[in-house]
């Protein structure tokens, strides 16, 4: 792909966006088309961009923008999905739309108005899943545990599931984003939070599997252990991450039923040093796992063994890491763009400082790296 390792910070772009507000959502792109969300002095919008670096809309989708925990984040970190036709946003409000690339809008859906109030502490942060003609979401919250499939063209409910949890207090609450898994054999959604990974049939949302043991019942339970890292996959494995610094596991697609107390569906089990919020990465038999503070580990994907574990740089790490051209890129909160050579040997190839807070994943596309930061949405490359 010929992407850039090292560049010249803001000045080594080939463009620079002003955003008119932050946002955590990951920017997507369409042939010539990139769109993301953003807040804008209250309000929540929907904006779409070439990529030469030009606006093309600004929708304003909803009010009701609030901060979370001080810099954390807001109500714009859902990232969009799209077909090449239409793109759907979510907010964390949990208001949802269907626009098409005209910015037009096609549909919207309160869903606290149709399913009730979302109690939960810092908002909706979970990307829904578009396949065909399918969104899925999930939704877990106070009270509340369930799967959504709805009809994309229409936002029309295709079924609900409801997901039985023992979760109490904040964790209940489940901030990661499902994951779609196939391969040869298996087809199904994967949902993370209430102390539980589930899979479920895309029929109906019926559950094929659940794994508990990320958050101690017996002795050493947690009621502040709420999930926001997503579990990912490759053929053959799942790999689920907990919170603050709890286990991940290696899972086998082949689990059936609830796999908690017994080695069945298991491949391995890493005891501690989970991810808080950057998700894992799955790539030629690694997994690779950044810390939020900036510590990156390598495991074995069969074994689960580590490899290495160094510590890149102290700070604070908010985005997941995403692989690219051989090499791994990540990205601190304070807008430094990390650059680790891919494989089993660690090397640093370059720190790419931005000068603007960034809690963004980076998005690769025709050759261009997208950096999205609370300022302003930057294109690097050729």
């Known amino acids: 792909m010929g992407l850039p390792t090292e560049w010249d910070g803001p000045s080594g772009a080939r463009w620079r966006l002003e955003l008119p507000g932050a946002g955590g959502s990951t920017p997507i792109v369409w042939n010539d088309r990139i769109f993301l969300t953003s807040a804008e002095k209250g309000n929540l919008v929907l904006l779409s961009a070439s990529t030469d670096g030009k606006l093309l809309w600004k929708e304003t989708i909803s009010s009701g923008d609030q901060p979370v925990r001080g810099d954390e984040g807001n109500m714009a970190s859902p990232s969009p999905v799209t077909d090449g036709e239409h793109v759907w946003a979510m907010f964390g409000n949990a208001m949802l739309t269907c626009r098409d690339f005209s910015g037009k809008e096609v549909w919207r859906a309160d869903l606290q108005e149709r399913y009730g109030k979302f109690d939960i502490a810092f908002g909706v942060t979970s990307t829904p899943i578009l396949d065909g003609d399918r969104l899925y979401l999930q939704c877990m919250y106070t009270g509340a545990s369930y799967i959504l499939c709805l009809d994309k063209k229409t936002g029309q409910e295709i079924w609900k599931h409801t997901r039985p949890s023992d979760a109490i207090e904040e964790c209940e609450h489940s901030y990661a984003s499902p994951f779609l898994y196939r391969d040869g054999k298996h087809e199904y959604l994967l949902a993370h939070g209430a102390d539980y990974i589930t899979a479920h049939q895309l029929s109906d949302g019926a559950e094929i599997f659940r794994c508990g043991g990320l958050n101690g019942k017996e002795k050493a339970y947690n009621p502040t252990l709420r999930f926001v890292a997503s579990p990912v996959g490759a053929e053959g494995l799942i790999v ?53 503070d900036g510590v990156l580990t390598t495991l074995d994907a069969k074994s689960g063994q580590q490899i290495y574990r160094e510590r890149v740089e102290p700070g604070r790490y908010r985005a997941s890491p995403l692989y690219a051209d051989g090499k791994i890129y990540f990205v601190s909160r304070k807008g430094t763009v990390y650059v680790v050579q891919a494989g089993r040997e660690f090397k640093l190839l370059a720190k790419n400082e931005m000068d603007e807070e960034a809690s963004s994943s980076l998005a690769v596309a025709g050759g261009q790296i997208y950096i999205r930061t609370f300022n302003a949405l930057y294109a690097v490359g050729k």
């Open 240 to 292: 689920v991450p907990s919170a603050k610094k709890g286990p991940v596991l290696g899972l086998s697609p082949d689990a059936k039923g609830n796999i908690t107390a017994s080695d069945e569906g298991h491949k391995w089990r890493l005891p501690n040093n989970t991810p808080d919020v950057p998700s894992p990465l799955i790539h030629e038999g690694i997994v690779y796992l950044c810390s939020e």
